[in-house]
């Protein structure tokens, strides 16, 4: 009925799989997103979603400040979904799709 020998080898494949995902949450503070819109304002955020540099250019301190706003949240929500793509890119890497897509924050 029941096999110890199977539960092991899967407990030790969970273990092995739950250290890699581990590694890969390590490493997303090293990968650098960059977003910018059209030169005003650019952000960059690593793959835990941590913001690491917003810059305004001169030219966008003369626009409107309803544009100017508009672009920032334009260009943060553009940068945001770009470093949670990256993550499920290697999350699913590791896991095979095995999360069905479910959506972890900061993973």
Known sequence: MFNKGNMGKMLKQAQAMQSKMAHVQEGL???IIEESTAGLFTVKLNGKLEILDVTL???AMSEDKDLLEDIILTTMKKALQKAQEEAATRMDAITGN?????????M
Do not use: H
């Open 98 to 106: 095995m999360l069905g897509g479910l959506n972890f924050p900061g």
């Open 29 to 31: 503070k090293d990968v």
């Open 57 to 59: 250019s001169d030219e």
